[in-house]
């Protein structure tokens, strides 16, 4: 447990270990958070990795449009296992952190939760082959 949360970071980093690089979304938008993240946001980075998530490898993504070299992601999902009961939300470097309202059906039979993190703002690179 972190931070008085009922996470599994174990679990939770298990799961982005195992998760396939080919289940994530292929479309431009995506691939350009995929690139950009780590950079655009380490602190952010830094925050989801303690709490066993890999930041290139979002559940969900909700993107804008680019505009002028940047592009607004109105938030990303992170798949958590344990218990939302006592997460706090956080703030890290301008990005809200919080339990999402909605989210895609997980198809996930252990207790977890998602959380978003919102906004983001990111350049803007058009990804190979776009």
Known sequence: MAEGMNMNIDKT????????????????????????????????ADYLGRIGIDIEKPFEVI????WDG???YLGA????FGDPAGFQGKEVN??????????PVTDINEQ???IEVSPIRLKWTSPAGD
């Open 13 to 44: 980093a298990e799961y982005y270990h195992n998760q396939a690089d080919e289940s994530l979304c292929r479309c431009a938008y995506c691939r350009n958070y995929y690139r950009e993240i780590r950079q655009g946001h380490p602190q952010l």
């Open 77 to 80: 999902q992170y798949i958590v």
């Open 94 to 103: 301008g990005v809200e952190i919080n339990v999402a309202e909605s989210h």
């Open 63 to 66: 993107s804008g449009e680019p």
């Open 70 to 72: 940047y592009i607004e």
């Open 112 to 114: 977890h939760f998602v």
